[in-house]
Nanobody, 115 residues
Framework: QVQLVESGGGLVQAGGSLRLSCVAS????????MGWYRQAPGKQRELVAA???????NYADSVRGRFTISRDNARNTVYLQMNSLKPEDTAVYYC?????????WGQGTQVTVSS
């Protein structure tokens, strides 16, 4: 089992920045991809950004150029630097870790962007 703990969410004004962190513990070896997803009220959960163990990244079009995902494999931690935040970025942000035959989710952290 892998446990994921997110932190760094909060309330910020439009145009501001936040940095989310997600630490993996437990059987955290062999995690390939780590990513961030978000879910706004009444909407489906969507991919925000993902990064493989080799450093390849993938971003949603809506955040490309504003958000940056990074990873510290030695610390089993993934980060999401969010700049130029918009009210439409308001959501619960979830961390996900993917192994070959399993995936794990964190409990989520709320990000609220005020206009």
């Amino acid at each position: 089992q892998v446990q994921l703990v997110e932190s760094g969410g909060g309330l910020v004004q439009a145009g501001g920045s936040l940095r989310l962190s997600c630490v993996a513990s437990g059987s955290s070896f062999a995690i390939n991809t780590m990513g961030w997803y978000r879910q706004a009220p009444g909407k489906q959960r969507e991919l925000v950004a993902a990064i493989t163990i080799g450093g390849n990244t993938n971003y949603a079009d809506s955040v490309r150029g504003r958000f940056t995902i990074s990873r510290d494999n030695a610390r089993n931690t993934v980060y999401l630097q969010m700049n130029s935040l918009k009210p439409e970025d308001t959501a619960v942000y979830y961390c996900k870790a993917t192994k070959r035959y399993a995936e794990y989710w964190g409990q989520g952290t709320q990000v609220t962007v005020s206009s």
